[in-house]
């Protein structure tokens, strides 16, 4: 599915994290109780313009618990609740209605799950944020992080294409003193920045990782607004900090605004719908950002190729994959995207019923023209 205009790359920056701390006697004894191995969002957002829905599944045959703590941004449990995940299901958790439940104001901070100690960690999550502050709605697909390692000293690095703004660090302390975090971003189109922040023991900071002056909503409204101040192109950043690796999680985020994406109008998608030829020219224009091999693309007349042209010439040059790839491909495939297109984020409530019908269509119509490129096998070009 093509990026939509302001929809969110979601980057794993660090996956770093240390629970098993006591917290600073000065602090509030509701702070995050010792655990081990469970997973972090860094952000959450939660007001007018943006609200987020915590997704757990549970991949093992027998019933199993996770609890949830939704943590304002200094690491004070605002809200927790302990939910019950029957086997092979997945569970939706408004963070709205936890933080009603408790009574809480708290528009931001993170989330922790803590799931059922069990072998192989079967219980997984995803945070997904729907933000309103542009024109066009934006989805930020947030993965939980699980613990690593501590190393000394902390050190991050990720990149995103084609950003405008800056891109967005979503940043959470679990030491036991204050760290100091330096940001650096090396852009393709603006001169590079550096800047430092101070994050104490427990505490989440938002904060622009080309312009550390900008934090919390201000740095959100810049990134998500609809005419960015700075058009930056392809971005770097680099994260250093004074605390080990495992005192400091985060997550990263820009807004990408792609005007090819699921932004096509209700008019345009009933032509879809009425015309499937229509629908597979749409299919056949998705190119993938690598692609064959020069002779492959000059034999075949073009510079550019769609995502099947890239897998023709994939099974030609590495025929052995053919065997592996098909038989990965499940048969009931339009079955399962249809339960995910009407069930789960951001497709049920977020879309409406035609977008919804048009985008499992076009699954369908992918799925049939992959398995007909798997049979075949490759391409003699």
């Not at 992080?145 to 991050?156: H, N, S, V």
């Amino acid at each position: 599915m093509a990026r939509m205009p302001g929809a969110l790359f979601c980057s794993l920056l660090l996956a770093s994290l240390s629970l098993a701390q006591n917290p600073p006697a000065q602090k509030s004894t509701s702070k995050t109780p010792s655990l081990s191995m469970p997973m972090v969002a860094p952000v959450f957002l939660e007001d007018a313009e943006f609200t987020s829905t915590l997704t757990l599944v549970n991949d093992a045959i027998q019933d199993l618990s996770a609890r949830v703590l939704v943590l304002d941004p200094y690491g004070v449990a605002a809200a927790q609740k302990e939910f019950h995940l029957p086997g092979h299901t997945s569970l939706p958790v408004r963070i709205h209605d936890l933080l009603e439940e408790s009574g809480s104001a708290v528009t931001t901070g993170s989330v922790i799950v803590m799931p059922q100690p069990m072998p192989g960690m079967p219980i997984g999550g995803q945070l997904s944020i729907t933000s309103r502050a542009g024109s066009i709605p934006s989805y930020i697909e947030e993965e939980m992080l699980m613990p690593d390692e501590k190393t000394t000293p902390g050190m991050y690095r990720t990149s995103a294409l084609a950003v405008k703004g800056s891109p967005i660090m979503a940043l959470k302390s679990l030491a036991q003193t204050t760290q100091t975090v330096t940001l650096e971003c090396f852009s393709e189109k603006a001169a590079p920045t550096k800047g430092t922040v101070q994050l104490p023991s427990g505490e989440s900071i938002i904060v622009a990782a080309c312009d550390v002056s900008q934090t919390g909503r201000a740095a959100l409204s810049e990134a998500m607004s609809d005419n960015p101040a700075v058009d930056r192109g392809a971005v770097g950043v680099a994260i250093t900090t004074t605390a080990p690796s495992g005192d400091l999680i985060g997550y990263g985020f820009a807004a990408y605004r792609d005007d090819r994406g699921w932004n096509t109008s209700d008019d345009k998608l009933l032509k879809f719908q009425k015309d499937e030829q229509l629908l597979r020219y749409h299919i056949a224009r998705a190119k993938p950002i690598v692609g064959p091999e020069r002779a492959f693309l000059k034999n075949k007349g073009t510079t550019s190729c769609n995502h099947f042209d890239f897998l023709e010439n994939l099974f030609s040059v590495l025929p052995e994959l053919k065997v592996t790839a098909v038989t990965k491909v499940p048969s009931n495939l339009d079955c399962i995207a249809a339960t995910l297109v009407k069930r789960t984020f951001p497709f049920r409530g977020a879309f409406n019923r035609l977008r919804r019908e048009t985008i499992l269509k076009l699954l369908s119509l992918r799925a049939d023209q992959l398995l007909r490129t798997l049979e075949k096998g490759g391409t003699t070009c």
